[in-house]
């Protein structure tokens, strides 16, 4: 074992680092300050003059395979030699390199043969192979601009060096698997040279090391191996498993894989692109970003201080954001007032339920925010039972795809005026309002009535809420269903018994589940300038659909057999709808009444119908109940078949098959699934459940749709999210303990029908959760600058508190690597 004294190495690097520094600046590595764990100096105006060597054979990389270990070369390093050899032999011949191997650990003390390598592969058995010189001469080709590549076994190199652990990222732990096992690689990242041509999923031998300390967020992870496809060991990593990772370090640039442990793996095409675009970023041949997903590389900044006492200047009951072309951020408050304020819950009072949805704007110019207007609306009813309660109010808030030359700005709520005290019933309507862009007022006299339904207030809830735009200028309009979320213990709501003055309230196949009502539903319209709408063509139904002679369908319906889908999401790009909704209270499944609470994200690329109240997750039944005695159970659902048959339904008894769901999750975990029978229905028994989402868990659970990320490449923001993130959804949860806040991506050509995500990391440390941070996710989007904007509920129900605020997302950590007058000649 070397000694690492301080003092003494001190001395030894000191005395020839200059010299060192020289050499590399002569092959043209020494590159300029970038996000690293140790900034390199500014280089000076000689320095910066120096040409770059041309690409092809000036361009060297050495593989270094000097080992701890007695007795001869593992084949492992022979094969990895080979293929690196051949690698730089192949490819357009300006990203050709020529290579050298050699286990002479003198090299590092060579200045002039260190300063000649664009990058240096460790390819080594491990353990303690550069005395301190050594080292220090690795570090000051690293802070010279060098390239760094370690596969495999040289995270286990230099195992007393803290410097040597940050240069790859991560050590494995001592009781790793060592068995070659087939597993399924997670490629996440679509842009790395490294990664870009792999396959989203894809399936290799090899032996997969955990990692004593996880290095996600500390490096930016291009790839992870999903542990549920092979076994990870007693030190197993869990769902976030990285395997392949890089970062700007120490001026330099690092690459590191954990793959490479058997002789197969190079003799893999794919496993020999992975390795060679890893080689073209750190012998500086390609640039590539190498920070996105490192959490000091993003600031979150509240916008929006706390309202003064007993108004609501700044922000109300926070419901829904939307972000306006030049930059404005406009938000909306439900109806609950200040905790000081009155509530009224007395059906005798004519103010039962009378509240304010304000309309807020935050100018990022200004950095201030006007209250726009205020609604009043039905939606200010107090917490408590659910009779007592309501979720009604301001629900939703979208921009006209013209909105900086006409200002229209429309608006989905529950107006108070249209309330039935005798039936408690009342009025939903998406409306359009014209706001001052100038002054930044809403026009309350303006309004034009898009579109409006009745909705029963006697019991809460599920209101929904969510607009957004299509490219062809069709609005989304999602609704809730509608219903009691008590009545059937948690399950499927589908008790057809309780109803106020003739109205159910409990029974969601009167609404989601029902073909001629609009609510439990996410509708699609085209509208036209007049204020009035048209249908575009392939919705769910016509509305000239009969059943036994009659009208049964409303041709407004895209999607039907929601439960209460508060957050939906159009990918321009694309026009895929994106949504998620909240299910209902049952803490675990039943092999009586059908599966547990599931909230729900889903990719919609075609009209259908989600299964509410009939079927859950990937098409997982309920169990029917009806009249007389609802208490007791009827046969199980048939997702492929769905009957309403529910005495409450006016729509058609036959519906369209169920389509499955991408993501679901229950108090016990993601995406449940359970053995099934020759019928098909599951057992749900608890024991028996398999997870197939592993990075999903419940609990209190509310979930929260969020964007997908489009990088703007033309725009000069400075804060703007990295084009790493194009792509991804983003998907949350109102609460922020167990619960997801993750950027997810789907395989296109499965998401439609309810494929799983093939990928899946956290945002928890960027988007921060906890009591001071973002605790309470209500909405989340993207602006125009490529910053994410997020909406912070607050830590009451139907309030406005201290807490409730709009946060600001921006991305810090500068552009790509190395900078493109660093390039070795001939790179790109």
Known sequence: ????????????????????????????????????????????????????????????????????????????????????????LTGPAEQRFETEASDDASVFTDEARLGSYNAIVFLTGGGDVLDPEQEAGLETYMEAGGGFVGVHDAARAEPYSDWFTGLVGARPAASSPTAVQRAVVEVGDRQHPATKDLPLQWKRPDQWPNWVKNPSGDVHT???????????????????HPVSWCRDYDGGRSFYTGMGGTVSSYDETEFRAHLRGALLWTSRLVRADCKATINGNYKAERLTQANQPGQNDQIGEPHGLVTASDGRVLYIGRGGADSSQPVVTDWNNPDVGKGKGQIHVYDPKTKKVTLAGELTVFGNKGGGDELVKVEEGLLGITLDPRFEQNGWVYLHYTPHSQLNRDTQMAERRVSRFTLDLTTNKLDLGSEKVLLKWPVQVHSCCHAGGGMAWDSKGNLYIATGDNNSSGFSDGYSGNNPAPNYKGVSFADARRTAGNTNNLNGKILRVHPESDGTYTLPA?????????????????????????RNPARIFVDQQTDTLYAGWVGPDAGAPSTTWGPAKYDTFAVITKASNRGWPYCMGNKQPYRDRNLPDPTKPLGWYDCDHPKNESPNNNGLVNLPPVTGNNIWYSPQGGAPDYPRDASGIPSYKQ???????????????????????????????????????????????FYDADQPRNAVLTDPKTQGDGGLPVHSESLKKIVPIGNDGIKNLMDWKFGPDGALYVLDYGRGFFTSDAKSALWKVTYTGGGATPAANRLARGGQ
């Not at 041309?54 to 990895?80: I, Q």
């Not at 790839?223 to 030190?235: D, I, K, L, M, N």
């Not at 999903?696 to 990320?709: E, H, R, S």
Request: net charge neutral; glycine share 16%; aromatic share 8%.
């Open 1 to 88: 074992m070397h000694l690492r004294g301080l003092s003494t190495r001190g001395v030894r690097r000191r005395a020839w680092a200059a010299t060192v520094t020289a050499g590399v600046v002569t092959a043209g590595l020494l590159s300029g300050p970038v996000a690293s764990a140790r900034p390199a100096p500014e280089p000076s105006p000689t320095t910066m003059s120096v040409k770059s060597p041309p690409g092809g054979p000036n361009v060297r990389v050495l593989v270094f395979y000097g080992s701890a270990a007695a007795g001869d070369e593992s084949p492992v390093v022979n094969a990895g030699i080979g293929a690196i050899e051949q690698i730089g």
């Open 222 to 240: 291009v790839a992870r191996v999903r542990e549920s496809t092979y076994q990870p060991g007693a030190s197993a990593n869990g769902w976030d």
């Open 538 to 562: 392939g919705n769910l139904f016509t509305g000239q659909e009969t059943d036994e002679g009659g009208g049964k369908t409303r041709g407004e319906i895209y999607v039907m057999g929601v």
């Open 687 to 733: 024991e028996e459940a398999k997870y197939l989402l592993p990075w999903l868990k419940g609990g209190g659970q509310a979930a929260m749709n969020g964007p997908v990320y489009r990088y703007d490449a033309a725009s000069t923001s400075e804060t703007k999210w990295p084009s790493y993130w194009d792509g991804k959804w983003f998907v949350g949860d």
